[in-house]
């Protein structure tokens, strides 16, 4: 399979181990288990973050929002009593527009690397926002403004002045694939595979790392920490996968990809929500959607009714690599 993977030199190779392609996911699974009129529930996280909220799912507080330019002058006042939080934009995508704030004091706000922003910076940054500069197809935008996530130490010397995530790949509310994404210097600290953040595939079963890759090719090690990357063992994995899977009843879409955050107090949180969610997994994982999708579409077929508990017991032994710990 690595050869596969490494060598390929035909779509007929590809197809032979079950990867599926763009064409593929857009029209077997995005236009046939999502709902058109139900894409606004993801596409804004002001809105995801809302029926989250109804449903009991556990998501980063929101400190505020900004969704006129006159309100821009509000922003000091909105985060005067939190020294450090995370600034983005409801309709971004790809970590695009997202500022993070560590510390802040004497008038100046400092980034993970530790450069200094003035408010000026920040209200700057706000107003491109509000343009439409980082979001789907350059709409004007809403501000959203977010307590930290401050993410669990295991993950220390897993990442580069980011938080990292979880990526669940979900149909029918069915977990049939996950990966980390661990945020590099190369990836400026945001978990973004496309601008070289490492992406590590972890087993549906047990919550370990089964590859790793950067830039699409296999890597042992975090380039900025060293850290061995196939040591990685996500903590709560059960809470994890059932955090995820509950997305399915609250959005309403049979296939979508679900970012979570383990946060050392407040455990598994969810991020958010793509109903468009990318390929790159199964490059992490060495290993197609297709015939894991498949899999699940013949279980619903038997009109089975499970809970989100039941369905990531379902997946855990079906799609496991490892046996259980």
């Not at 790809?94 to 200094?116: E, F, Q, R, T």
């Not at 977010?146 to 993410?151: D, P, S």
């Not at 579409?297 to 690599?321: H, I, N, Y």
């Amino acid at each position: 399979m690595w050869q596969f993977l490494k060598n390929y030199t035909s779509p007929r190779k590809l197809a032979a181990i079950g990867i599926m392609g763009m064409n593929q996911r857009n029209c077997l699974y995005i236009s046939r288990y999502n709902p058109r009129n139900l894409y606004p529930l993801v596409d804004n996280k002001l809105l995801t973050k809302k029926i989250a909220q109804k449903s009991g799912v556990t998501v980063p507080k929101l400190i505020g929002f900004i969704r006129h330019q006159y309100e821009v002058r509000n922003f000091e006042t909105l985060v005067k009593s939190h020294a450090s939080f995370c600034i983005k934009p409801a309709h971004g995508s790809g970590g695009k527009g997202i500022l993070v704030i560590v510390d802040s004091h004497d008038g100046s706000y400092y980034k993970p690397n530790g450069d200094a922003l003035d408010v000026s910076n920040i209200e700057r940054h706000i107003t491109n926002i509000l343009a439409g500069l980082f979001s789907l197809g350059g709409k004007p935008d809403i501000v959203l403004i977010e307590e930290l996530i401050h993410f669990d130490n295991v993950f220390e010397n897993y990442t580069y002045e980011g938080v990292p995530d979880t990526r669940v790949i979900l149909l029918k509310g069915y977990p049939v694939m996950c990966m980390m994404r661990l945020s590099t210097a190369a990836s400026d600290g945001k978990a973004n595979l496309h601008q070289g953040a490492v992406g590590v595939g972890i087993d549906v079963r047990t919550g370990r790392a089964v590859r790793a890759v950067q830039y699409g090719r296999p890597i042992e090690n975090h380039p900025d920490t060293g850290n061995k990357l196939l040591d990685l063992k996500v903590p709560q994995w059960i809470k994890v996968l059932t955090l995820a899977s509950s997305c399915y009843e609250m959005s309403g879409l049979g296939y979508i990809g679900c970012d979570i955050v383990l946060d050392k107090d407040k455990g598994p949180m969810l991020l958010e929500l793509n109903a468009r969610p990318g390929l790159a997994i199964q490059i992490a994982n060495a290993a197609g959607l297709l015939p894991r999708l498949r899999k699940v579409e013949q279980l619903v077929a038997t009109d089975v009714r499970m809970t989100p508990e039941e369905r990531v017991e379902w997946s855990r032994k079906e799609f496991g690599v490892y046996e259980s710990d």
